[in-house]
């Protein structure tokens, strides 16, 4: 007998248990299944690891029909079905890399009502005879995975995803999920809307993972850096260093093994053979030590990573918070550590101003950066900026390097003011406002052509900031912005006060920042104040 014909109209927790061997639901779990079931649409964000799947695999199971998973990665889609299939459920996916012939046999069962679970790549449903085949069978649910992918705010976008919008109307009465582990303020609505979930009820789990020490440190030394941290770990503790090119994978794995690590590296440009096979010790063996780029670890489900190191500054937080989500998903201490510097903010800019893309686009690339560097910058608890960035609040950890060194500070408050009063006086005395490029010309007193033709060298605080090195401003900017005080506004980022700005420009706020800021390799700290 099939897991289906064992399971349809049963009871979820007997369902979680015969098939998967679990003892109960975790956080959610239950009430997202309760209310789906009952034929309710959902939105599902919760951190990588807390168990999305049975969310969306018990209901299938449960409810008469098949489930059909829209998931992006074609890699994933195979080990999901086939640990299903182990399990006794009948899964089977649809995608490009099948024969005619096993196409043809996955479409048979799902028409004789015999699959309990359909995965199929986003654009083989945009493909008009797919459409029509799973309009001739019966759905129980469909689960949209990676759901942030449908945005354009986000890191992952995906064209075929926007096609998922009009899911609604072309199967009536079939209840809808949308899954992610990424979801920012700004992806969650943007997915809602466009998937078409606005009368969903949503799940929003904390995204913490308390057992994550984070710790980000000014790259002085980058390799005896990374040696440092990676020896600290101890004997025998696998984990993942990210690099950002080809290149600097293969020199950092080369160095490490020098140095008598055991570690491999991981590229998209390595033969097939060569990446099986390092993935796979990595998996098995104790103690490896992968050097990747971020080409690596989707769906790696590995509980026991011990550490997630960054030599690169990441190009998002949603990216290095999935990143490091790998680390501890056993639920032990295990250590998130990241080395940024200057070169990699020029050479993150550069690539931007490269892109292909108008200028919005290059816009929120420039955005993303820019809260990659506040959380880099911060004075505060790193997890409370991190989670502060999903939309949740937090108080200070007591597990990041913030909260357990206290970083040197320096009193930010008077260049905050110039700041501050000079977008004042713009807007009140002139009607304008600017981006912080601009702004930052007029502080350090520059002679551009802009300023020339705008007659800002006559404002009273053009030049007051000439103290601090363009980089110093750009990195109070950053703090502003990342507090609240400032907020950036349409396709040109230019900047406006926010209500707390009223406590700085009166002196009441506190404004500290960091001494190590991206100066520590540069010379330009005696021009500190
Ligand atoms: P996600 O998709 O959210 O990253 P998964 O669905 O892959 O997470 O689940 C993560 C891990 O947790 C898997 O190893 C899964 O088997 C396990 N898991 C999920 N739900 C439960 C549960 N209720 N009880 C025990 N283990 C669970
Ligand atoms: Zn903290």
Redesign the pocket.
């Known amino acids: 007998a099939s897991a289906r014909d064992d399971h349809t109209g049963g009871d979820p927790r007997d369902v ?1 248990r015969e098939v ?1 061997g ?5 956080g959610d ?1 239950a009430a997202i299944i309760e209310h789906v079931v009952g034929g309710g649409d959902a939105v599902v964000l ?9 969310t969306y695999q018990v209901p299938a199971l449960v409810r008469p029909g098949t489930g059909l998973v829209i998931s992006p990665l074609i890699a994933l889609m195979h080990d999901q079905v086939d640990a299903l299939v182990a399990n006794g459920v009948h899964a089977a996916y649809l995608n490009s890399t099948q024969t005619p012939a096993e196409r043809a046999g996955v479409e048979r069962a799902y028409l004789s009502g015999d699959l309990d679970l359909l995965y199929v790549a986003p654009e083989r449903l945009s493909v008009a005879s797919t459409s029509a085949l799973l309009q001739r069978g019966r759905l129980s649910v469909i689960a949209i995975d990676e759901a942030h992918c449908v945005s354009q705010w986000g890191h992952d976008f995906r064209p075929d995803y926007l096609a998922l919008g009009d899911l609604a109307e072309r199967f009536p009465g079939v209840p809808r999920m949308a899954l992610t ?1 990424t979801a920012t303020r700004e992806t969650h609505r943007e997915l809602t809307e466009r998937l078409r979930l606005s009368d969903a009820r949503h799940f929003v789990a904390s995204f913490d993972r308390p057992n994550i020490q984070y710790r980000i440190e000014p790259k002085v030394d980058p390799r005896r850096q990374l040696l440092a941290f990676v020896r600290a770990q101890g004997e025998g503790a696998a984990g993942i260093v990210y690099a950002l090119t080809r290149k600097s994978v293969e020199q950092t794995a080369a160095f490490l093994q020098g140095q008598g690590i055991d570690a491999l590296p991981y590229h998209a440009g390595l033969p097939a053979e060569t990446r099986a096979a390092n993935q796979s010790r990595f998996l098995r063996d104790d103690g490896v030590v992968m050097v990747a780029t971020i080409a690596f670890g989707m769906g790696i ?1 590995k509980p026991d990573v011990r550490f997630v190191a960054h030599i690169d500054l990441p190009k998002s937080v949603e990216g290095y918070y999935q990143e490091t989500g790998r680390a501890g998903r056993d639920g032990e201490p295990a250590t998130a550590w990241m080395a940024y510097g200057l070169g990699d903010v020029v050479q993150q800019r550069r690539l931007i101003d490269a892109s292909p893309g108008d200028r919005s686009y290059k816009m929120r690339l420039g955005q993303h950066l820019d809260a990659m560097l506040a959380l880099c910058e911060t004075v505060g608890c790193r997890r409370q900026n991190l989670l502060g960035y999903f939309g949740e609040p937090s108080a200070a950890c007591g597990n990041c390097d913030t909260c357990l060194e206290p970083p040197d500070t320096w009193d930010g408050l008077v260049p905050a003011q110039k700041l501050l009063s000079t977008i004042v006086r713009l807007q009140r005395e002139r009607g304008q406002s600017f981006g912080a490029g601009h702004l930052i010309d007029i502080l350090r007193g520059a002679g551009t052509e802009r300023i020339r033709q705008q007659g800002h060298d006559t404002l009273t605080t053009y030049g007051i900031g000439a103290d601090l090195s363009d980089q110093e401003w750009r990195s109070v900017v950053r703090q502003l912005l990342a507090r609240g005080i400032l907020v950036a506004r349409g396709e040109y980022g230019t900047l406006a006060l926010a209500e707390p700005a009223g406590a700085v420009l009166k002196g009441e706020a506190q404004v500290p920042l960091r001494r190590d800021v991206l100066t520590r390799a540069t010379s330009s700290r005696q021009r500190r104040p």
């Open positions: 979680l998967y679990y003892d109960g639901f975790r779990q919760m951190p990588t690891g807390a168990g999305k799947s049975v582990a489900d």
